[in-house]
């Protein structure tokens, strides 16, 4: 009798550790994952921002901002799959879906479930000019020319194309200045492909940071950029292929005030740079044109060398960050890179 009774004891004790093994999987699987938290802190700073400017512009978008925070960490928490993301960031080398001979195919709501931080941002940019106009009247664009000055000897996004207006240097540039709309998503594709959901967070939260940390700058720092004060190129490098696209598309997807600093060139670095790990054939195919990008920006007239020179830093300030702000990974985790 007594053996049956410790048996019986025994099998209890075991059924309740796998049912708290299971719930907290369960729990594990539901809870925020750490690109819910990045999105859901830039909304809490921004609609603290906006709710300090005591405007009913400013109410209401702090309350829409709360209501994005309750469902990020509501929600779209409880959407999954928290559990195998976090097992991933966890693991610390390289996914199994990377070591795969055959890349996994793309599973959309499990792309969107991590990358759509990144995604969200062309939505979050419509409402800068709003919030940037809460704390500073008029903009700052006098600041930066004077340190445009300083660390260059003149206007660069001015004389630029004046001193080297080449035809073939105007295509260049403004063809690099358009693949800012192309290399963001396929790295994040590419990053998809060749490592699965555990990469793809990583690479959310670097070029996440960059967009936001970008995004607060433009709220407390406006800067129109020398898109809005200087006249259009004119000439030879106004007749570049791609010249009209570029400008139409710049003109309608603009938010005035958000030139300092460039988060063409902040969110593109970072994304290329998040590409390393995993993606070394991209990130080398990549590379020239995240080099004509940066230089298109001051070419064309979009931005200030200084924007794109602070974009350059905010990037490297994400990659670096980011990964200590999952609170999963070891400073010491940087697997090992695949073609």
């Known amino acids: 009798m007594t053996g049956r009774s410790e048996a019986r004891a025994g099998t209890a004790k075991s059924a309740g550790r796998d049912t708290e093994e299971a719930a907290d999987a369960r729990g594990r699987e539901r809870s925020p994952l750490p690109v819910d938290v990045l999105l859901a802190g830039y909304l809490a700073v921004t609609g603290a921002l906006a709710l300090g400017s005591l405007t009913p512009v400013g109410a209401a978008l702090a309350a829409a901002h709360a209501a994005g925070i309750w469902l990020l960490?509501?929600?779209?928490?409880?959407?999954?799959?928290?559990?195998?993301?976090?097992?991933?960031?966890?693991?610390?080398?390289?996914?199994?879906?990377?070591?795969?001979?055959?890349?996994p195919p793309i599973h959309l709501a499990r792309f969107v479930r991590v990358a759509y931080p990144v995604l969200l941002t062309p939505l979050l940019y419509t409402e800068l000019e709003l919030l940037n106009q809460f704390y500073v009247q008029g903009y700052l664009d006098a600041t930066v020319q004077?340190?445009?000055?300083?660390?260059?000897?003149?206007?660069?996004?001015?004389?630029?194309?004046?001193?080297?207006?080449?035809?073939?240097?105007?295509?260049?540039?403004?063809?690099?200045?358009?693949?800012?709309?192309?290399?963001?998503?396929?790295?994040?594709?590419?990053?998809?492909?060749?490592?699965?959901?555990?990469?793809?967070?990583?690479?959310?939260?670097?070029?996440?940071?960059?967009?936001?940390?970008c995004y607060v700058a433009f709220v407390v720092f406006p800067v129109t950029g020398p898109r809005y004060l200087?006249?259009?190129?004119?000439?030879?490098?106004?007749?570049?292929?791609?010249?009209?696209?570029?400008?139409?598309?710049?003109?309608?997807?603009?938010?005035k005030g958000t030139a300092f600093p460039s988060s063409h060139v902040a969110a593109t670095v970072a994304a290329w740079l998040a590409c390393r790990r995993v993606a070394r054939r991209w990130y080398w195919t990549a590379a020239p044109f995240v080099l004509l990008l940066t230089l298109g920006t001051v070419y064309g007239r979009f931005h200030y060398a200084v924007d794109a020179l602070a974009g350059v830093f905010v990037a490297l300030a994400a990659w670096k960050l980011a990964p200590a702000l999952t609170g999963r990974i070891s400073p010491g985790d940087r697997g090992r890179s695949r073609d």
Do not use: C, K, N
């Open 73 to 103: 960490l509501g929600p779209v928490a409880g959407l999954g799959p928290g559990a195998p993301v976090r097992d991933a960031l966890a693991g610390g080398s390289v996914s199994p879906e990377a070591a795969r001979p055959a890349p």
């Open 230 to 255: 200087y006249d259009q190129l004119q000439g030879t490098p106004a007749r570049a292929f791609l010249f009209d696209a570029v400008h139409a598309v710049a003109e309608g997807g603009s938010s």
């Open 146 to 213: 004077g340190w445009e000055e300083a660390l260059f000897g003149a206007q660069l996004s001015v004389v630029w194309a004046e001193r080297q207006p080449w035809r073939w240097l105007s295509e260049l540039m403004h063809l690099g200045y358009f693949s800012y709309y192309l290399l963001i998503p396929v790295s994040a594709v590419v990053v998809y492909r060749r490592g699965g959901q555990g990469e793809l967070h990583r690479f959310t939260m670097v070029t996440g940071l960059a967009f936001f940390l």
